[in-house]
């Protein structure tokens, strides 16, 4: 299992990528195109936001599990544009119980974060936590429903007639949604997608059962998590280990390793607390040395110093096995290093995120100062090829989340790791 660490954006997609070389099965449980995962390759650059990160390697089972929230549009655009560059998705496979973003979502997710006004959330707008939101409501559409036209076409009647309508043009004033239109659009969505959509539970358990090397990639990241994450300031899933299970129906007892990847420093995109963010020179060259900007939306994501109490947090959250450290290379040239120890909030001293993001917000960050190693680490393949300073660094951290880093990455192509001992499969 693989899970964010931080806010999101760790590099989760290319670890993925990585370790799908190995891999049998790669099964993505929650999230939804709101993610965004970069892989790079001798092909070049792909960007992916519904597809799995292994769906590069053609021998790899790629699952859409029952957790993610398909938008099919997204989904059908992403597969042409794999087809586009000779890549036939044939081992895609999409769990029939996944819910549907359905087309009225990104309209709500809209509308719902203007009313917010002040207090927004910064949502990615792509109808994330409406979809989520309707399928605990139990008037959500599973991709499974796209093969079956009548009950479609009712529920379709009910839901946009009757529920979704009256509030988007009673209340918001906008547009109403045409059923038979939808019905044209979705009828073509179903032709598009038959030929994915499966029940993914006897697929994935025959996988298990054969002890064949099953990766789950996770998608956003534990701080924004539903239950766990700075809430309200999160998304609508559980991306943490729990939901990992949850969203592909992999029992906790079978999982036997969680890798927890974090960045070297720390990234958010959106509102909310962030105790470690820099605003300064020093956060504006992270930022354009880490080329932190979103892939899904192209917004400059906030930056600062690694916050060994989240990851901590994480590693403890998750049950993780090991620490995956990724972008080490982005802090080559900074002449020292601060790391975040805690927090400290009305004279007490804090060893993990509160729950009160408002005591979040206003707490102090207690750091310690590392100097740094001010050389590039981008050809280093082994552990002691790394600069002293930058192996404390490393050591450090691992001292801090109380587990090993076995895997540092150390620019953005595929091969550019260090790999601490057999970590993996
Ligand atoms: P939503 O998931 O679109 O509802 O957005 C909720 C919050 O999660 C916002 O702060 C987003 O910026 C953040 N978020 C959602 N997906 C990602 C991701 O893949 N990386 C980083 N932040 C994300």
């Not at 974060?113 to 559409?141: C, H, M, N, Q």
Request: proline share 6%; aromatic share 8%; net charge negative.
């Amino acid at each position: 299992m693989v899970v964010g660490g931080q806010w999101g954006d760790e590099g989760k997609g290319k670890l993925v990528d990585f370790l799908a070389q190995r891999a049998d099965m790669v099964v993505r449980s929650q999230g939804g195109n709101n993610a965004g995962h970069t892989v790079v390759t001798e092909h070049g650059e792909f960007k992916f936001q519904l597809l799995p990160s292994g769906i590069l390697h053609p021998d790899v089972t790629c699952v859409i599990g029952n957790g993610v929230v398909v938008d099919p549009r997204v989904l059908i655009r992403e597969m042409e544009q794999l087809r586009e560059r000779g890549i036939e998705p044939r081992n895609l496979v999409v769990s029939e119980r996944a819910h549907m973003v359905m087309s009225y979502h990104p309209l709500f997710d809209k509308v719902e974060e203007e009313v917010r006004g002040d207090d927004r959330l910064g949502t990615t707008w792509r109808g994330i936590g409406p979809a989520y939101s309707d399928k605990v409501r139990r008037i959500g559409f599973r991709i499974g429903d796209l093969q079956k036209e009548v009950f479609m076409r009712k529920k379709l009647g009910f839901v946009v007639g009757q529920v979704k309508n009256p509030i988007l043009h009673g209340l918001y004033r906008e547009q109403p949604f045409e059923c038979e239109e939808m019905i044209v659009d979705y009828l073509g969505y179903a032709r598009a997608l038959d030929p994915y959509i499966r029940d993914t539970f006897p697929i994935v358990q025959d996988a298990l059962d054969r002890h064949a090397n099953v990766l789950l990639e996770g998608a956003q990241s534990t701080m924004l998590d539903l239950d766990f994450g700075t809430y309200p300031y999160v998304t609508s899933s559980n991306c943490s280990a729990g939901g990992a299970c949850t969203g592909s129906g992999i029992a906790p007892t079978r999982v036997d390793r969680t890798v927890v990847v974090c960045k070297a420093y720390t990234t958010r995109v959106g509102y909310g607390p962030f105790p470690t963010e820099l605003t300064d020179h020093v956060g504006d060259a992270i930022r354009e040395g880490g080329n932190e900007f979103g892939t899904v939306t192209g917004r400059a994501r906030r930056v600062g110093w690694f916050d060994g109490a989240v990851a901590r947090y994480a590693v403890r959250l998750n049950g993780a096995t090991s620490l995956a450290l990724m972008k080490l290379d982005v802090l080559d040239e900074m002449p020292e290093l601060r790391i975040c120890l805690g927090y400290d909030f009305r004279g007490e001293f804090h060893d993990h995120p509160m729950a009160n993001i408002s005591h979040l917000k206003h707490c102090a960050p207690r750091y310690e100062t590392l100097p740094g190693w001010e050389r590039p680490i981008g050809h280093c393949r082994t552990w002691e090829e790394l600069p002293p300073n930058c192996r404390a660094y490393v050591e450090r951290l691992e001292e801090l989340c109380g587990t090993p880093i076995q895997m540092i990455g150390v620019g953005p192509r595929r091969d550019q790791f260090v790999v601490r001992g057999q970590p993996f499969f």
